[in-house]
């Protein structure tokens, strides 16, 4: 019967097993964006956990277009040794290590970017364009060469022994920008219909699969829908699912929503749905009926019990996990063996909801929780807000308040 310890060889993809850790960013990049020690012990913390595929934070592929201050940066100026520390580290017990490669477009806080580059000269909404800039649309030699440092990055992420690329193309970031007829509304080769759209994402995949060979893996996390009025839906998902399917990708994670409409954090999910623990599990059931890849679903999932049951249902081949592996860094020795566990991620607060907001501790508490095991302490479920509120300001200074996700 297949279980979370179920090894997995499908193609180009193998695990140990069927936990899967989703990115989430660790704020863990120096002042070169170049990865810190704190990456490489908390990498081989999970490995030593035994997850089976670990997917890095979101590594940017420019340095002149940061999504976040800490982010780390994958490039031609980047210090290579301390990439080869981290993946070194990382390659413990059979565990592996993916880079999430990215670029953010628009979705730049306003401190970091006076004027970002995006599909269209369209600002985020929902009041978040008072943090973000509006943006600049690219013109074709400036998606050309973003197409470029994508493969650039790739070829150096397997270089430097990560064990396989995935393409941020969820949450808002360019990608998804390119994908959303909301926020491209270009009339070139790059927008003006869901074909031309998808372009961009496809023409990302083919240079870093060209970069890579054929034998190195490469996948993409994406939105089974934006869920906003105009943004990027199921049908269209689907489409871009079974095109990149069809041209050779080995694996599709499935999350969803933007920050301007967080679904993959648990909002606009009907009861029922978070009962179930999977938000995307209904889309990738119909999705399976499409794809022969490796697919993933993440969100929601906190216990063995419906970690196992979403994988005999056959929608997904891997459990896609976050949060409580923040807190959990155990979780898939926890989870594999003992069929009742359950993981409880907490719902960390200052006791002010004005704090709370401001320092988006739905965010940096997990962060603090990931750098304490980065410095070789163990996760503090019981960890105080406030701690969380002044660990930020320490490492980021005037940028701790600053809105850094649309």
């Given at each position: 019967?297949?279980?979370?310890?179920?090894?997995?060889?499908?193609?180009?993809?193998?695990?140990?097993?069927?936990?899967?850790?989703?990115?989430?960013s660790e704020q863990l990049g120096d002042k070169h964006h170049n990865p810190m020690p704190e990456q490489a012990r908390l990498y081989q913390r999970w490995a030593e956990g035994q997850v089976g595929i670990c997917v890095s934070g979101n590594v940017m592929i420019d340095r002149?277009?940061?999504?976040?201050?800490?982010?780390?940066?994958?490039?031609?100026?980047?210090d290579l040794d301390a990439f080869r520390q981290w993946t070194s580290a990382a390659d413990r017990q059979g565990s592996q290590l993916w880079i999430q490669l990215n670029h953010p477009g628009k979705q730049i806080p306003a401190a970091l970017a006076k004027v970002p580059l995006a599909p269209s000269a369209i600002p985020l909404g929902r009041g978040l364009e008072k943090s973000f800039n509006t943006p600049r649309a690219m013109t074709e030699a400036e998606i050309r060469a973003t197409i470029n440092d994508f493969a650039n990055a790739a070829k150096l992420a397997k270089q430097v022994g990560f064990k396989g690329v995935q393409i941020h193309?969820?949450?808002?970031?360019?990608?998804?920008?390119?994908?959303?007829?909301?926020?491209?509304?270009?009339?070139?080769?790059?927008?003006?219909?869901?074909e031309n759209r998808m372009r961009f994402v496809v023409e990302v995949y083919h240079a870093i699969r060209?970069?890579?060979?054929?034998?190195?893996?490469?996948?993409?996390?994406?939105?089974?829908?934006?869920?906003?009025?105009?943004?990027?839906?199921?049908?269209?998902?689907?489409?871009?699912?079974?095109?990149?399917?069809?041209?050779?990708?080995?694996?599709?994670?499935?999350?969803?929503?933007?920050?301007?409409s967080p679904s993959m954090m648990g909002a606009n999910q009907r009861q029922s749905t978070i009962d179930r623990e999977a938000y995307f599990l209904e889309y990738a059931e119909q999705a399976r009926k499409q794809v022969r890849c490796t697919l993933v679903v993440t969100g929601g999932f906190r216990s063995s019990k419906a970690m196992n049951a979403a994988l005999q249902s056959g929608a997904t081949d891997m459990i896609g996990l976050g949060r409580p592996l923040s807190l959990y860094p155990d979780l898939a020795k926890l989870a594999i063996a003992d069929a009742g566990f359950i993981a409880d991620v907490g719902n960390p607060t200052t006791g002010v909801k004005g704090v709370d907001r401001a320092a988006m501790l739905s965010i940096t508490w997990y962060e603090a929780q990931l750098r304490r095991i980065g410095r070789g302490k163990l996760p503090k479920p019981n960890l105080s807000g406030w701690y969380a509120v002044?660990?930020?300001?320490?490492?980021?200074?005037?940028?701790?308040?600053?809105?850094?996700?649309?």
């Open positions: 019967m297949l279980e979370l310890g179920t090894p997995l060889q499908h193609g180009a993809i193998s695990s140990i097993n069927r936990v899967f850790k989703s990115a989430m002149s277009a940061l999504g976040e201050p800490g982010n780390v940066v994958l490039d031609d100026h980047s193309g969820a949450h808002g970031y360019l990608v998804s920008q390119f994908l959303s007829p909301r926020h491209n509304q270009r009339q070139d080769q790059w927008g003006g219909n869901a060209a970069a890579v060979g054929d034998d190195f893996p490469v996948g993409i996390k994406l939105n089974s829908a934006d869920f906003m009025k105009d943004g990027f839906d199921e049908s269209e998902s689907m489409a871009v699912l079974t095109t990149l399917d069809n041209a050779g990708i080995d694996l599709i994670e499935i999350s969803g929503g933007t920050y301007e002044f660990d930020t300001f320490g490492r980021l200074g005037k940028h701790a308040f600053v809105k850094r996700r649309g």
